[in-house]
């Protein structure tokens, strides 16, 4: 499937995509990368991530504009850019918008010592770091439900226990944000029945997966996949067999 979409076979690259929003009233964020912190930070990931912080304010940002962090799910490469090292936290003003079922699952340290492999363990220990000191600003999740007007959540399970994308309208116009419903945009799109190594559920995973990618393209919705190529916007055509993925063009600047 890689040689047939001329990408490379030796190795995968993912993307992380953080979409910002100005929805007039608040600024919201969708994700924050696997963030800066030494102990809990990047260096899963690659010499790549851990540049948002930086690059927020080189984009006119201030860190403490953020109203409101939207997670699509609590694994490290979502919600790792939280804190900093001394757990302070980044977005001193936001809120974190985040499924009580993985707030919850993630969050909880009495089944550490039940966890098999480090980086599992080390996924549950990280999370609490980066989680906790927003404990008193959560804005619960659950279900299909309206974070803010214009943003609702869609409860997808199985990557994570509360895995959810959202659908961002306004003006007659939306953007599903994926999260972590497909990874890669050749290999879960043409076989999206295909199951991935770091889902907690594979079986649910693949139904949710299923679902979406066919509300997708049956609505022919855009969508925003966190780890498609950048900035991962596109829409998704039903084959024969799977689906295939078109990007949005990116207007020059
Ligand atoms: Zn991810």
Same mark, same amino acid.
């Given at each position: 499937m890689l040689r047939g979409a001329f990408l490379p076979t030796e190795k995968l690259e993912l993307d992380q995509n953080v979409l910002l929003v100005d929805n007039g009233k608040q600024l919201i964020?969708?994700? #924050?990368?696997?963030?800066?912190?030494?102990?809990?930070?990047?260096?899963?990931f690659?010499?790549?991530?851990?540049?948002?912080?930086?690059?927020? %304010?080189?984009?006119g940002f201030d860190p403490s504009d953020i109203d409101l962090i939207v997670l699509t799910h609590a694994h490290p490469d979502h919600c790792w850019g939280l804190v900093d090292d001394a757990q302070n936290r980044l977005y001193?003003? +936001?809120?974190?918008?985040?499924?009580?079922?993985?707030y919850s699952y993630w969050t909880d340290l009495s089944r550490v010592p039940n966890i098999q492999g480090t980086l599992q363990r080390k996924a549950v220990l990280g999370t609490h770091f980066n989680l906790i000191p927003y404990a008193d600003r959560l804005v619960p999740v659950v279900g299909d439900k309206e974070v803010v007007?214009?943003? +609702?959540?869609?409860?997808?399970?199985?990557?994570?226990?509360?895995h959810s994308a959202y659908i961002i309208s306004s003006a007659g116009e939306s953007l599903v944000v994926l999260g972590d419903l497909s990874h890669h945009q050749v290999l879960l799109l043409q076989r999206p029945t295909m199951e991935f190594l770091f889902d907690t559920d594979p079986? +649910? +995973?693949? %139904?949710s997966r299923v679902k979406?990618?066919?509300?997708?393209? #049956?609505? %022919?919705?855009?969508?925003?996949?966190?780890?498609?190529?950048?900035p991962g916007r596109g829409h998704v055509l039903k084959q024969a067999s799977g689906y295939s993925y078109l990007p949005t063009p990116i207007p020059l600047q």
């Open positions: 964020m969708f994700d #924050t990368g696997s963030g800066i912190n030494a102990e809990y930070g990047p260096m899963e690659g010499p790549k991530p851990g540049k948002l912080y930086e690059n927020l %304010r080189i984009a001193p003003n +936001a809120q974190v918008a985040v499924s009580m079922v993985d007007p214009g943003i +609702a959540a869609i409860a997808t399970p199985g990557h994570t226990p509360g079986a +649910a +995973a693949v %139904r979406m990618l066919d509300m997708l393209a #049956t609505d %022919r919705l855009e969508a925003l996949a966190f780890h498609f190529p950048f």
